[in-house]
């Protein structure tokens, strides 16, 4: 993995003239990497769209792949900021060892705060292509190990421990992790591919209405595939045969 881009800001101008040209540089890289991709955008054109000269870049990323980092870091630090309580708030409900229900509820509160993160910010709406590019595998590898290390490989583990333990099984589980990526992809893929949502619905927009529907019928399906892990949890549980019992004694007959 490529070390993080240093983080520099203009001599001449000071810090705080240094940290808009950084910014305006950011938000140019992550509409073109979102329109051409990491290979279809030069620095020359994000400089350009950006109002600064070429060298710029260089100045403060060192290359096109220190402004691709840039960009993720940017993200990354933008959806923690919305998503932290959450989640942190999730973590304490597992620690405390809370009963199903109140680990449902935390689960469905960090989905909709995805959800609305990723459907009512101004930003999210450039970083779409972007994101949707760099999940797809067409970014440099060093973007997706950036993204596992900052966010992914914290909310997975999260989301499949929530898993893990509405299932009776390991958060590592390869069960655990199939169930665990289903329920956390409908919010993702209907962001992404937000203009085939929009088109299919016949919608022209996400609004706050419309937010609400999407998410009460998100939760819903949330709510009943979760529960639905409880139910084989228990039946299995039910199933298998306690030490000392008749059914355990009959079982090791049967197997003899």
């Not at 000071?14 to 305006?24: C, H, I, L, N, S």
């Amino acid at each position: 993995m490529s070390p993080a881009p240093r983080h520099r800001h203009a001599i001449d101008g000071g810090y705080q003239r240094g940290e808009e040209t950084r910014a305006r540089i950011v938000d140019a890289a992550l509409a073109l990497f979102g329109e051409h991709g990491f290979d279809g955008a030069s620095t020359r054109d994000i400089a350009e769209r950006a109002g600064v000269n070429a060298p710029a870049i260089g100045y403060y990323f060192d290359n096109k792949e220190g402004v691709y980092l840039a960009c993720i870091e940017h993200i990354v630090s933008r959806v923690w900021a919305h998503i932290l309580e959450p989640v942190e708030s999730a973590e304490t409900a597992l620690e405390n060892n809370v009963d199903d229900d109140r680990l449902i509820e935390a689960f469905c509160a960090i989905q909709a705060s995805l959800a609305q993160f990723m459907f009512t910010s101004a930003e999210s709406d450039d970083w779409r292509m972007f994101m949707a590019r760099e999940q797809a595998g067409h970014g440099p590898s060093s973007g997706f190990e950036l993204i596992d290390k900052k966010i992914s490989c914290r909310l997975t583990n999260l989301s499949a421990t929530i898993v893990g333990r509405l299932l009776g099984r390991p958060a590592d589980d390869e069960e655990t992790l199939i169930r665990t990526l289903t329920l956390n992809g409908p919010v993702v893929a209907f962001h992404i591919h937000g203009r085939k949502s929009l088109r299919v619905l016949g919608w022209d927009a996400v609004d706050a209405t419309r937010l609400a529907t999407l998410m009460r019928i998100i939760k819903e399906q949330t709510v009943t595939l979760m529960r639905s892990m409880i139910a084989l949890r228990d039946r299995q549980a039910s199933d298998t045969p306690k030490v000392g019992s008749v059914k355990a004694i009959n079982s090791k007959r049967v197997q003899r």
